[in-house]
């Protein structure tokens, strides 16, 4: 028999269709504030737009929950949407390789939470995505998919599951550590618009506030200085949010991974859907000899980064004992891999020394200065750096591939996890008796070593054999 979500639902429905429709209120708003004079009138019509839009998409929740139903019987899983434009969506308990719990601020009011189920060849998200459960149902769904199991293993008593928690100390250690600097893309913009905004009479179109803007290089590398400081904050910001009370236990052949602040979530994963754990070492984080621990799992390759973590934050001698303890299967050590030939540095460093020569040369005459020229050299310690950092190991048929490119990676997975292992030499390689070996453990983990003795190549080619 189908049944309806909880009422909850149609709150949380509800703030979805509004958080959609957010942003053109917001535009109206700040043009109204920002640009120029302050306008009420526009200011009041955005009021009303958002009390309108609150009350429409108070409706469209309602509309939403009433025309969802969903059931767990038959040995599967439905869900079906829609009044004039209907969805179902089925799947078989045997399918299903994850449940996926989330209680968002909206939930957590009403003590309920989202669930998302995956299958094996799910993307972003879940294949059925549930928006309000309480406790009692998801305990009953998960209850159904561990009727299969035998009833012997059910009964028996186990050890107590390993679990690691992360403190608040490595919390602390994680989020000023993290690096993300690919938010100062988004603040770069947002301080160009502003600056704009700012700076430039709306009527005349000449700038009013000449005296705000930085005077010679001392004052570009403070005003460029602050906007990575504000970078840094964001990102470190960012990393408290994600992984606050963030910890792994393992279960049987399963992990369950609880994780956020604002978003608490909990993942579930089977072992044998991890394919391969990548352990990352930001430039920080190697300088303090930590590193954090993703993993490649199948049907998660666009999820985001932070729910691929496996572990936000180890010292580096413990991801081995770390792994050994929670998933053994991918168990390996970091160190004691084979390194390229000394004949192959030039060919790390060369090109990455050609682009930042280039890049100094076009800043030098673009701004009249020679200091410019003194970022050349930063190209072929790049490439010397990377050149280190390369390795790789296959023993048992484990395999570990460590490369580099800003954070330094190490792979380690079972060589027969593979999608796909490539063998390839350039023209140039094949004059200096050099070639790459790659494999893809899934679309997010590809582990490239870069220019291998020819012969040492094709004998790892070999040694990896057929899939």
Do not use: C
Not at 36 to 42: L, R, T
Not at 90 to 102: G, L, S
Not at 217 to 236: E, K, M
Request: hydrophobic fraction near 50%; aromatic fraction near 6%.
């Amino acid at each position: 028999m189908a049944s309806r979500l909880h009422p909850a639902a149609i709150a949380v429905y509800a703030v979805d269709a509004l958080r959609q429709g957010a942003f053109p209120l917001l535009v109206i708003l700040g043009v109204s504030v920002l640009g120029g004079d302050f306008d009420a009138d526009a200011a009041i019509r955005a009021g009303m737009f958002a009390l309108l839009g609150t009350a429409i998409a108070a409706l469209a929740g309602g509309f939403r929950w009433a025309t969802t139903t969903y059931s767990f019987a038959g040995e599967t899983i439905r869900l079906r949407t829609g009044a004039l434009s209907v969805k179902e969506v089925e799947i078989p308990f045997a399918r299903v390789q994850a449940v996926d719990v989330e209680q968002g601020p909206i939930q957590r009011v009403f003590g309920v939470y989202k669930v998302e189920i995956q299958t094996g060849g799910g993307g972003s998200g879940g294949e059925i995505e549930l928006g309000a459960l309480d406790e009692r149902e998801i305990e009953g769904l998960n209850r159904l998919l561990r009727r299969g199991a035998p009833e012997a293993a059910l009964g028996e008593e186990h050890p107590p599951a390993p679990e690691r928690r992360l403190s608040g100390r490595e919390l602390a250690v994680a989020a000023v550590t993290s690096g993300q600097l690919g938010v100062l893309l988004p603040v770069a913009a947002g301080v160009a618009q502003m600056s704009q905004q700012l700076f430039e009479d709306p009527l005349e179109g000449e700038r009013t506030l000449i005296g705000a803007l930085p005077e010679g290089t001392l004052g570009w590398i403070v005003l460029v200085a602050g906007i990575v400081v504000l970078a840094w904050l964001l990102a470190a910001l960012g990393t408290v949010v994600g992984f606050g009370g963030f910890a792994v236990r393992r279960e049987g052949d399963e992990l369950r991974i609880r994780r956020g602040v604002l978003q608490r979530r909990q993942a579930t994963l089977r072992v044998v859907r991890v394919r391969a754990v990548r352990v990352v070492e930001s430039p920080p984080r190697q300088l303090l000899g930590l590193a954090s621990l993703r993993v490649e799992v199948i049907g998660h390759a666009k999820e985001q980064a932070a729910a691929q973590t496996l572990f936000p934050l180890l010292r580096r001698e413990q991801v081995e004992p770390f792994l050994r303890e929670l998933l053994p299967e991918l168990a390996d050590a970091l160190d004691g891999l084979a390194a390229p030939p000394p004949r192959a540095l030039r060919r790390y460093a060369l090109p990455p020394l050609v682009g930042t020569i280039a890049i100094a040369g076009a800043a030098a005459l673009a701004i009249g200065r020679l200091w410019p020229l003194a970022i050349a050299p930063l190209g072929a310690i790049y490439g010397a750096l990377a050149y280190r950092a390369a390795g790789w190991r296959l023993e048992r048929g484990r395999l570990a591939v460590r490369s580099r490119r800003l954070a330094r990676s190490t792979v380690l997975a079972p060589a027969a996890g593979r999608e796909s292992h490539d063998l390839a030499q350039t023209l140039l390689q094949r004059r200096a008796r050099l070639a790459d070996v790659a494999f893809a453990f899934g679309k997010g983990t590809v582990a490239r070593i870069r220019h291998l003795d020819a012969d040492v190549a094709r004998g790892l080619w070999a040694a990896i054999g057929p899939r």
